[in-house]
């Protein structure tokens, strides 16, 4: 079966530590991206990649980072410089066509204590 | 700055009547818009969408209308069903670039 998978769906961390949330597709899309979701704020783009060992800035890149080595994995660290880390992360992939729709994993629940 | 705006949060609508969900958009360079359905706790699907050189997309159940010059899409679900209960994203994008701006979601209630 094609698709995204996140790991894990609920994550706990203590303040001032940095977490990483995983994200793999074999759905062969060169394209990925992290969405951030607040309650009544819809979904913000932390970072995308259009192609292996590059990526950009979404509207809301401030402390997180991320790295895309392998076609396939596109990681996300939230860090200890995230001022509001606690809300649900969401991992998507699509085409470079520009017309392709963007197929979403389940998404992680991050809370941070 | 919202630049996709869904100005109803939540709509409740009866089993086999109309749903008509909207979204307005003020970026002039969105040439491209989706809707997506998302369910809690899970990843949103992508439902229909529609290229600005037309005005309307039909598929099943779900219409997408394109006002331009109003800067205003809709999504009609006809009959809606109890199934269809979940929040409803518009998206846009422009100039074929792979980033989309997502609205902030309307929650339908379908009541059987």
């Known amino acids: 079966d094609g698709g995204i998978t996140q790991s894990p769906k609920y994550l706990f961390r203590k303040e001032g530590q940095n977490v990483t949330l995983s994200c793999e597709q074999n759905?062969?899309?060169?394209?990925m991206y992290w969405y951030r979701q607040d309650p009544g704020q819809g979904l913000r783009l932390i970072y995308y990649?259009?192609?292996?060992?590059?990526?950009q800035k979404g509207d809301i890149a401030e402390g997180y980072s991320v790295s895309r080595e392998k076609k396939e994995s596109f990681p996300l660290t939230v860090t200890s410089a995230q001022k509001n880390p606690t809300a649900f992360y969401l991992c998507?992939?699509?085409?470079?066509?520009?017309?392709?729709?963007?197929?979403f994993g389940p998404g992680t629940r991050l809370t941070v204590l | 700055d919202q630049q996709v705006k869904q100005n109803s949060p939540s709509l409740s609508v009866q089993e086999g009547r109309i749903s008509i969900l909207n979204c307005d958009y003020t970026n002039s360079m969105f040439d491209y818009f989706l809707w997506y359905k998302k369910y809690p706790a899970e990843g949103p699907t992508f439902l229909i969408s529609?290229?600005?050189?037309?005005d309307k997309n039909e598929d099943g159940r779900f219409t997408v209308f394109l006002n331009k010059s109003a800067k205003h899409l809709s999504l009609h679900i006809v009959p809606s069903q109890p199934g269809d209960s979940a929040v409803y994203f518009c998206?846009?994008?422009?100039?074929?670039?792979?980033?989309?701006?997502f609205g902030t979601g309307t929650k339908l209630q379908v009541i059987p």
């Open positions: 990649s259009q192609i292996v060992n590059d990526f």
């Open positions: 998206a846009a994008s422009a100039g074929g670039y792979q980033k989309v701006t």
């Open positions: 529609i290229s600005s050189i037309k």
């Open positions: 998507a992939s699509s085409g470079t066509s520009g017309r392709d729709e963007q197929f």
């Open positions: 759905l062969n899309h060169d394209a």
